[in-house]
Antibody
Framework: EVQLVESGGGLVQPGGSLRLSCAASGVTFSDFWMSWVRQAPGKGLEWVANIKHDGTEKNYVDSVKGRFTISRDNSKNSLYLQMNSLSADDTAMYFC???????????WGQGTLVTVSS | QSALTQPASVSGSPGQSITISCTGTYSAIGAYNFVSWYQQHPGKAPKLMIYEVSNRPSGVSNRFSGSKSGNTASLTISGLRAEDEADYYCFSYASYMLFGSGTKVTVL
C-alpha cells in the first residue's frame, strides 16, 4: 500500500522560507510523476507544482513561479518543495500526491500545514 | 488560466441520485479525457473517485459514475447515502492543471 507522509510545515513570517518534504513508501517512487497540491483554510484545492519521475521536468502554477522549487531524491523516496518569499496567500495545507499516467492523483498524503503570519 | 466551474452546493435525500457538473473551456475539458473527480471529507485528504472521465478506481462504489458532454464533465452519485456528504472536486490534466471550484454535497 502506498503511503505518503508530509512534514516541514509550520509558522513562518512573511518573506520567509520553508522546505516541505514528502516521504513515500510502499511504491517504486522513481516510476511516478509527483505533485504538490494546497488548500487554503476553508477554500478549494489548488495544484501547485509537479515533477517528472527523473526530475528533468517541472511545472508550476503561475502564482508560485520564481518562488517555489519542487525537487525529488529518488534514492531517498522523497519529494520536496522549497518555498521562498512566502506571503499570507501561501497559508494552506500542503498535500503531496502521486500522479498516474491517466492524469489523476491516486494517492495522497495527509498534508502539512503552512501558516504565514507575523 | 481558465476556470472549472462547479455548483457551490448540491443536496439530495438518501436513496436519490444527484449530479455535479464541472464546466470549463474546450482546452480544459472538451479536448481531452483527463478529467478526474475527488471526494474530500472535512479534515481529510482528497480521495480519487473517477479518472479519465468515467473510470472508477478499484474499491470505489459503483454508485459513483462520471461522464462528459462537450465542455462539461459530470459526476453522478446514485443511491445517495449519509457517508457521501462531502466536498467534491473535478480536476483537468490538460493545458492547465486545474481543480474545479468545489461542490458541497449535503444529504438531507
Amino acid at each position: 500500500e502506498v503511503q505518503l507522509v508530509e512534514s516541514g510545515g509550520g509558522l513562518v513570517q512573511p518573506g520567509g522560507s520553508l522546505r516541505l518534504s514528502c516521504a513515500a513508501s510502499g511504491v517504486t517512487f522513481s516510476d511516478f510523476w509527483m505533485s504538490w497540491v494546497r488548500q487554503a483554510p476553508g477554500k478549494g484545492l489548488e495544484w501547485v507544482a509537479n515533477i517528472k519521475h527523473d526530475g528533468t521536468e517541472k511545472n508550476y502554477v503561475d502564482s508560485v513561479k520564481g518562488r517555489f522549487t519542487i525537487s525529488r531524491d529518488n534514492s531517498k523516496n522523497s519529494l520536496y518543495l522549497q518555498m521562498n518569499s512566502l506571503s499570507a496567500d501561501d497559508t494552506a495545507m500542503y498535500f503531496c500526491a502521486r500522479e498516474q499516467s491517466s492524469g489523476c492523483f491516486d494517492s495522497w498524503g495527509q498534508g502539512t500545514l503552512v501558516t504565514v503570519s507575523s | 488560466q481558465s476556470a472549472l466551474t462547479q455548483p457551490a452546493s448540491v443536496s439530495g435525500s438518501p436513496g436519490q441520485s444527484i449530479t455535479i457538473s464541472c464546466t470549463g473551456t474546450y482546452s480544459a475539458i472538451g479536448a481531452y479525457n483527463f478529467v478526474s473527480w475527488y471526494q474530500q471529507h472535512p479534515g481529510k485528504a482528497p480521495k480519487l473517485m473517477i479518472y479519465e472521465v468515467s473510470n472508477r478506481p478499484s474499491g470505489v462504489s459503483n454508485r459513483f459514475s462520471g461522464s462528459k458532454s462537450g465542455n462539461t464533465a459530470s459526476l453522478t452519485i446514485s443511491g445517495l447515502r449519509a457517508e457521501d456528504e462531502a466536498d467534491y472536486y473535478c480536476f483537468s490534466y490538460a493545458s492547465y492543471m486545474l481543480f474545479g471550484s468545489g461542490t458541497k454535497v449535503t444529504v438531507l
